[in-house]
């Protein structure tokens, strides 16, 4: 679940054309933590996921269906 909402983050950050350090900022946190959201660092809250894909513009619906994924299908 963790690392199907981490590629759905990182797939709506680089489709918008944004740095780790630009979302960073937007999320009021660090770009390492970024790119530990990005990696689905085991330190990194399903919460935090969330909030984050929330904030690239991601609606529930969007969220659901990153949630359904299988581990192994294309982000």
Known sequence: MKVNLS???RARRE???LSQLAL???????????EKMEA????VS???L?????????RP???AQALGRETGAAA
């Open 61 to 63: 619906r969007d969220i």
């Open 24 to 34: 960073a900022k937007r999320l009021r946190s660090s770009q390492s933590r970024v």
């Open 40 to 43: 689905a660092d085991r330190t």
């Open 7 to 9: 590629r759905s983050l």
């Open 15 to 17: 489709a918008r054309g």
């Open 50 to 58: 969330i909030r984050g894909l929330v904030i690239l513009g991601a």
């Open 46 to 48: 399903i919460d935090l």
